[in-house]
């Protein structure tokens, strides 16, 4: 038997019933996981985390991107890592930081001269 997993997750049980329906139309089998309690008392859909739409494991990058097309999943933007603009972003903080200490520094002797 093959393995269900969960690829979108929502606590509308109309709005799930239509996604389901574009992947069954595509021909990709659709489970939802909670369904029956989520008809039995809706109030119940937030104690049950919600509607999981479950596809098989073979089916999820065609499921994922058919949602994704049809605008149902947004997908998930990974940013590079760029650890030189953060060391630069780093040192700029340093060196405005120590600026505005000498700077403060500076002020507050000229004011000890002048107090006296």
Do not use: C, W
């Not at 093959?2 to 574009?22: C, D, F, G, P, R």
């Not at 985390?49 to 994704?68: R, S, Y």
């Not at 097309?69 to 040192?91: C, D, L, Q, R, T």
């Amino acid at each position: 038997m093959a393995q269900l997993v969960t690829i979108y997750t929502s606590m509308n049980i109309s709005e799930t019933y239509i996604v389901k329906s574009v992947l069954e139309q595509e021909g990709i089998p659709a489970f939802l996981k909670g369904e029956l309690v989520t008809q039995a008392g809706p109030y119940l859909t937030g104690a049950s985390n919600g509607l999981q739409l479950q596809v098989p494991e073979k089916d999820i990058i065609k499921a994922v991107e058919l949602l994704q097309a049809k605008g149902y999943i947004v997908p998930k933007i990974s940013a590079k890592e760029n650890f030189s603009s953060k060391i630069i972003i780093f040192i700029s903080v340093v060196v405005v930081t120590a600026a505005l200490v000498i700077f403060l520094y500076f002020l507050y002797r000229r004011a000890k001269l002048l107090h006296y």
